[in-house]
């Protein structure tokens, strides 16, 4: 089976659009050719020279990382650096590079739900919900066309608030409009006041939507000019967001904690502060780097934080009111590659994916 890259791009992003990452960051197609058509890929948590070998070992066409190659700006390509190695190989090879860093972070069924569950937790909710991300429409319809009109844009997405779907709120009133002389009314007359009974609509949506929203709108709306208008939410969102917090369902001790947490990432050792508690039921992750989250994560009552990348200063912040562990960067968002794996195949169940067998993580541990 054969595939256009974009095809599968297009697969990933709408589990985790774009839109969705960090301002700093740079996911993406890095390398290659997007109409470019492909018997296989490669998933992989970083791309090195390595992995560029695999995937050319393994007739995959595409690479899919978490971690982009290219971070910042290149300059220049020459083998000075593994990361214009990387892509030097990449190109000559013919091998496209695309990666899906913080916006995979961002999703709710993302990077962090994997670790969540792998630890075992229940109850989950956003740590660090986004805002400013959510947009409402509010869209006047004639009563006759209201229920094909709700169906037509629930179906691009919009109106799931949590767990349900189909959300929407109507208000009846009535619209006034005069249709000038180069119109084709749906209603009323050429040139005379109209008076129509109307339903407002009212559905929340993603912003990443609008654009096929608004396409909906238009299509399935009867008028010549359908009235809306689109507002923006400054409503926290739980369902996007860094970092997550859930419970075990028994409370555990700190040996044990500290077992769990190595035991099920396979880390050889744990950095940890000490803590005034006793039990741990109420766990926070962030997989990756998640030190920013510390004081999210001791607000919102954590009984220990698992992330990676935590330095010295940083685990003072947690004051003896939480446990921080700092399970490692690579080992804590290890799951990635099985992610991409099961949002692939879902969708293209006949397509080969394979999974990188290589370990990428530069710390080593003695």
Request: charged share 20%.
């Amino acid at each position: 089976m054969q595939l256009k890259i974009s095809e599968l791009i297009q697969c990933v992003e709408a589990f985790a659009p774009p839109k969705y990452q960090e301002s700093y960051d740079n996911s993406g197609l890095l390398v290659g050719d997007r109409n470019q058509e492909i018997e296989k890929i490669l998933v992989s948590i970083d791309v090195t020279e390595e992995i560029v070998e695999e995937a050319v070992a393994a007739g995959a066409g595409l690479i899919i990382a978490h971690h982009p190659i290219v971070f910042k700006g290149l300059k220049r390509l020459t083998p000075d650096n593994y990361v214009q190695r990387t892509v030097i190989s990449a190109i000559k090879n013919n091998v496209a590079i695309y990666a899906a860093h913080t916006n995979m972070d961002a999703v709710w069924q993302g990077v962090n739900m994997q670790l969540a569950e792998k630890l075992g937790l229940q109850n989950l909710s956003g740590l660090q919900p986004a805002s400013g991300m959510l947009r409402k429409l509010y869209c006047f319809v004639p009563e006759s066309h209201l229920i094909s009109f709700r169906e037509a844009v629930f179906a691009t997405g919009a109106g799931e608030i949590g767990a349900y779907s189909d959300c929407s709120f109507n208000t009846a009133g009535y619209g006034t409009f005069r249709a000038g002389e180069n119109t084709n009314p749906f209603v009323g007359k050429k040139g005379e006041l109209h008076t129509e009974p109307e339903i407002k609509v009212e559905i929340v949506f993603p912003e990443h939507m609008q654009k096929q929203l608004v396409k909906a709108v238009r299509k399935n709306h009867p008028y010549e000019e359908p009235a809306y208008d689109i507002i923006k939410l400054e409503n926290a969102w739980e369902q996007l967001g860094i970092g997550l917090i859930g419970e075990i369902e028994q409370p555990l001790s700190e040996t044990a904690m500290l077992d769990l947490v190595k035991n099920t990432l396979g880390t050889p050792a744990l950095r940890f502060t000490k803590s005034d508690k006793t039990k741990f039921r109420k766990i926070a992750v962030c997989g990756g780097a998640g030190a920013f989250l510390i004081n999210s994560a001791k607000h919102a009552g954590a009984d220990a934080f698992v992330t990676g990348d935590v330095k010295y200063h940083e685990f003072f912040d947690a004051e003896n009111r939480m446990m921080i562990i700092d399970a490692g960067h690579y080992e804590t968002e290890q799951f990635t590659k099985d992610l991409f794996y099961r949002v692939i195949t879902k969708n293209f169940p006949n397509f080969a994916v394979q999974i990188s067998n290589r370990n990428t993580n530069p710390v080593n541990y003695y």
